[in-house]
């Protein structure tokens, strides 16, 4: 157990290697409790939606409801305040999931940059949070729950009735793999942990740590705030350029945030594979052929998946192009890599559009 954003949180249960290859084979549970959830809402539908659009950088306006997106919450400068799941229930209603360690920074923000009578509400204490994941996930959940589940469409979400309570059950995930994410009251969200855990037992179902849980979303290439994503940083230099869009009225950091998409960052976070024996950590400085420094990497990890080390770097942007040969300095010693684009990992995960 360690101390993470504020709460205690488990490494591992069994193992982190086990734990990760049980998630990418089978299934895998993850205590997900502590992550944030704020509503948005209000009477008027369209001061609601302008005051999301003000504050993101991905276009709300696209989303319909049951959708979820991924967006990213802007401070004035153009950095990223948090990166985000939004969940539109309907024009009036609308959730943001955010990090644990950020969710009360979020809602100041939100609150701080509202004007108008739009409601931002942090009901996270309320709120449970589990994640199951892995190719088997869909089968477990659909047979515990005793309904079919393929009418959810990834980045989709429905509101399910089950043991008399309305839950909310998601097609997301932070692993690469096809899975869930179930919101539900505490009480339920622990009843659940535990008659899952027990149910997908036959299935190879484990619960999993926040070991495993971070070299799952490096091997799918996923940002984690604090590393990858921050308050100086644009979502172009966080490479997370996907998500910004153009909108009718500017929103927060726009024109630095536009200028970044279309001259390029100075700097930008890309993969990294190492070619040398040794294993990437965050903070270990980067160098080109030439032996210019050119920036660190954000994090590391040995992949148990692809049985070698891969991480996550911010470069200098000339250096940022697929196969890219740079050196990392690892207590010392130069070591090749190169700049992977892709994701290191195809998971499971199901793209029904």
Known sequence: MVPFGGWDMPVQYTGIIQEHLATRQFAGLFD???????????????EVLKFLEQVTCNLISSMKAGQVQYN?????????????TVYKFSDSKYMICSNASNFEKVTSHLQKINKSSVTIKNDSKDWHQIALQGPKANEILSKYLNRELDSILYYHFEEITFQNETIIVSRTG?????????????ILGVKMWNQLLEFGREFGLVPVGLGARDTLRLEAKYPLYGHELNDDWSPIE??????????????????RIQK???QGPKRKVVGLRLLEPGVLRENFPIFS??????????????SPSRKESLGLAILDFEFTKNQTEVFVDIRGQKKLAKV?????VQGSVRANK
């Open 32 to 46: 997900v409790s502590h992550m944030g959830e704020i509503f948005v809402t209000g009477s008027d539908p369209n």
């Open 72 to 84: 990213a919450v802007l401070n004035e400068d153009g950095g990223v305040v948090d990166d985000v």
């Open 174 to 186: 932070y692993t690469g793999e096809d899975g869930f994410e179930i919101y539900t009251s505490n």
């Open 238 to 255: 966080s490479g997370i350029a996907f998500i910004v869009k153009e909108k009718p009225a500017p929103y927060l950091g726009y024109e």
């Open 260 to 262: 970044d998409k279309k």
């Open 289 to 302: 052929k030439e032996g210019k420094e050119i920036g660190k990497s954000t994090s590391g990890t040995h």
């Open 340 to 344: 992977e684009t892709g994701s290191f």
